[in-house]
């Protein structure tokens, strides 16, 4: 049965180490960086042979690829792909969608982290930037919800991201830990507000959702949302959000008081994240977090399949901003 973890692994191809100690670990899944990624050959190559490893042709294999400075697939084997800033309406957005989507597919991927949801404001870090699509949360929402229907149509998973809402953070959590003051009502007006809207819609169950790194006063002085009952018990009520719940990187330096990457994990699931999500591809890290995490439980497990059910609707029409 599938460990509640994501691994990572070092380099271009599975080492005999990795091949090893994955076959006896069985994470629910990989997700894959630039180094991973050499050419098309290469990568389709590489998440076959994950895929022969476990038997297992629905193994969720995941990439970041937002497009912009976020995509592992670039130039010269892949497009440019623009970042979401750049996307004028939600047709474009879409097509941008559509396109990496057909590389994905064609790479072995099944599980891309995006779209972002996060609703840029002045105070937004560079870290996300001109990864957010807009200042306004209606205009985030339908060009995000076109993007999940276009990774969905062609049989990629998309991922959410950072609930609840990340863009009001004002520093790096990839460094530091980043504290949002902003009021509940500021919260629920504007960054609560795609999320909260793609929660509702039809395609929910099919979105797998991550959680941020972020503090967030008005709900939790203390914890960083990943590792927060508070914030995910929100997330699930007031947001809607009812899909898979996956953590951030939990090698993160917003984390660093939570222990090593072994002690975060178990606090991120028994806070209430479905799965913990690593990323640094080191093997002794990934064998005392084996050692440590618990499988999927009967719950998470029915997440997961309820979003293996794509439906055969054809979209009519965006939604209204």
Same mark, same amino acid.
């Given at each position: +049965?599938? *460990?509640?973890?994501?691994?990572?692994?070092?380099?271009?191809?599975?080492?005999?180490?990795?091949?090893?100690?994955?076959?006896?670990?069985?994470?629910?899944?990989?997700?894959?960086?630039?180094?991973?990624?050499?050419?098309?050959?290469?990568?389709?190559?590489?998440?076959?042979?994950?895929?022969?490893?476990?038997?297992?042709?629905? #193994?969720?294999?995941?990439?970041?690829? &937002?497009?912009?400075?976020?995509?592992?697939?670039?130039?010269?084997?892949?497009?440019?792909?623009?970042?979401?800033?750049?996307?004028?309406?939600? @047709? &474009?957005?879409?097509?941008?969608?559509?396109? +990496?989507?057909?590389? *994905?597919?064609?790479? $072995?991927?099944?599980?891309?982290?995006?779209?972002?949801?996060?609703?840029?404001? &002045?105070?937004?870090?560079?870290?996300? $930037?001109?990864?957010?699509?807009?200042?306004?949360?209606?205009?985030?929402?339908?060009?995000?919800? @076109?993007?999940?229907?276009?990774?969905?149509?062609?049989?990629?998973?998309?991922?959410?991201?950072? #609930?609840? $809402?990340?863009?009001?953070?004002?520093?790096?959590?990839?460094?530091? #830990?980043?504290?949002?003051?902003?009021?509940?009502?500021?919260?629920?007006?504007?960054?609560?507000?795609?999320?909260?809207?793609?929660?509702?819609?039809?395609?929910?169950?099919?979105?797998?959702?991550?959680?941020?790194?972020?503090?967030? @006063?008005?709900?939790?002085?203390?914890?960083?949302?990943?590792?927060?009952?508070?914030?995910?018990?929100?997330?699930?009520?007031?947001?809607?959000?009812?899909?898979? *719940?996956?953590?951030?990187?939990?090698? +993160?330096?917003?984390?660093?008081?939570?222990?090593?990457?072994?002690?975060?994990? *178990?606090?991120?699931?028994?806070? $209430?994240?479905?799965?913990?999500?690593?990323?640094?591809?080191?093997?002794? @890290? +990934?064998?005392?977090?084996?050692?440590?995490?618990?499988? #999927?439980?009967?719950?998470?497990?029915?997440?997961?399949?309820?979003?293996?059910?794509?439906?055969?609707?054809?979209?009519?029409?965006?939604?209204?901003?």
């Amino acid at each position: +049965m599938a *460990l509640a973890c994501t691994f990572a692994l070092s380099g271009l191809v599975i080492t005999d180490d990795e091949a090893s100690f994955f076959k006896e670990a069985e994470p629910f899944g990989y997700i894959l960086f630039k180094r991973n990624i050499e050419n098309p050959q290469q990568l389709r190559a590489l998440t076959d042979s994950l895929r022969n490893l476990h038997g297992s042709e629905d #193994l969720p294999i995941l990439i970041d690829q &937002e497009g912009g400075r976020v995509r592992r697939m670039g130039p010269p084997h892949w497009p440019g792909w623009p970042a979401a800033q750049a996307c004028s309406n939600a @047709e &474009e957005a879409g097509t941008v969608a559509s396109d +990496m989507a057909r590389s *994905l597919v064609q790479a $072995g991927i099944n599980v891309n982290c995006a779209p972002v949801l996060d609703v840029w404001c &002045e105070a937004t870090h560079e870290a996300i $930037g001109d990864r957010a699509f807009s200042d306004n949360p209606d205009d985030v929402f339908v060009k995000a919800y @076109e993007q999940c229907v276009s990774f969905l149509d062609r049989g990629i998973t998309p991922v959410i991201k950072h #609930l609840p $809402g990340q863009g009001r953070a004002a520093s790096d959590s990839h460094h530091d #830990l980043p504290v949002v003051s902003a009021s509940l009502k500021e919260l629920q007006d504007i960054d609560f507000k795609p999320f909260r809207r793609i929660c509702a819609d039809e395609i929910a169950p099919q979105i797998w959702g991550m959680v941020s790194h972020i503090v967030y @006063e008005a709900v939790d002085p203390d914890h960083p949302a990943s590792v927060s009952p508070d914030v995910i018990n929100l997330i699930r009520q007031e947001i809607g959000f009812g899909g898979l *719940l996956l953590s951030d990187d939990v090698s +993160m330096g917003a984390l660093k008081k939570y222990g090593p990457p072994e002690d975060r994990c *178990l606090k991120m699931l028994e806070s $209430g994240c479905d799965i913990a999500l690593y990323c640094a591809g080191n093997l002794e @890290e +990934m064998e005392k977090i084996a050692a440590r995490v618990p499988t #999927l439980s009967a719950p998470v497990k029915e997440r997961y399949e309820r979003s293996r059910h794509k439906t055969d609707r054809r979209v009519s029409g965006r939604p209204a901003a």
